[in-house]
């Protein structure tokens, strides 16, 4: 009902009722390269997962070709945000 807040599923809520009659989804691609990375033992191993690409340092690394796109976006006017999902 409008204003009261829902209550949190609780682990025993989730496995009984509705919940448990939806299929498990595929893994997520994105997620499984970082898991990849994590149990990679490489010595030169690249985290090409989602987030920012950092130096040795620490430091983030923008992509060159993200500036410019950057650029050409401010330059147009337009704002940085995401496109909808359809």
């Known amino acids: 009902p409008p204003g009261r ?3 949190p599923l609780t ?5 009984s009722g509705y ?4 299929p498990q989804g595929a893994p997520d691609a994105i997620l499984g390269i970082a898991q990849a990375f994590r149990e990679s033992n490489a010595e030169n ?3 090409l997962a989602v987030g920012a690409y950092r130096d040795d340092g620490g430091v983030p690394f923008v992509l060159p070709s993200v500036s410019e796109a950057e650029r050409r ?3 147009r006017g337009e704002k940085k945000e995401y496109a909808p999902i359809d």
Do not use: F
Request: overall charge neutral; hydrophobic content about 50%; aromatic content about 0%.
């Open 5 to 7: 807040a829902r209550q």
């Open 73 to 75: 976006i401010l330059e």
């Open 45 to 47: 191993k690249v985290n």
């Open 19 to 22: 919940i448990a009659d939806i």
């Open 11 to 15: 682990p025993h809520a989730a496995s």
